[in-house]
């Protein structure tokens, strides 16, 4: 994969959105929950944000994932090599693994009437324990390290 200085401004944007939508969608989970348990009583779901959201994630997922093979990414802050450097290549790798695979077990769940509702859930819960993960470390970076790794996606280069 191809390195680069710094973060693209739709590299920060996709980032922030998604982190937001992740959050929004992983709150929602139980009214999706519900819908889904009336649509198997023979109801209506209407509306359901939480399945729209996982929708927008997966796309945008995807559009991340297209982005940074096209344009790459920073090294890791640290040593190359180190645990750390190869630590925070397997996170990064297992967020956007999970960026895709949640939202594809919710639509076979949704749409397809699968029974993947358990497993989605669970690697919801995985997917946001890593993103919260990823964000204590990356303020770790930022105010006790103070090597620039925050900065690095908040200001495009």
Do not use: C
Request: hydrophobic content about 55%.
């Amino acid at each position: 994969m191809k390195t680069t200085t710094g973060y693209s401004g739709i590299q920060i944007v996709l980032h922030w959105l998604v982190a937001v939508l992740l959050a929004i969608a992983w709150f929602t989970g139980e009214g999706a929950n519900a819908a889904l348990e009336r649509v198997e009583e023979g109801g209506t779901a209407g509306f359901v944000p939480h399945v729209a959201l996982g929708l927008a994630i997966l796309a945008l997922a995807v559009l991340r994932v297209l982005v940074r093979l096209g344009r790459g990414a920073p090294e890791p802050a640290g040593e190359v090599g180190s645990l750390q450097v190869r630590a925070a290549g397997w996170v990064h790798l297992a967020l956007y693994v999970l960026m895709i695979a949640v939202p594809l077990g919710g639509i076979s769940a949704w749409f397809l009437g699968l029974e993947t509702g358990e497993i989605h859930g669970l690697f919801a819960n995985l997917l946001m324990a890593l993103a919260l993960g990823h964000a204590a470390l990356a303020i770790y970076h930022q105010v006790v390290l103070k090597d620039g790794t925050l900065t690095r996606m908040t200001r495009a280069e």
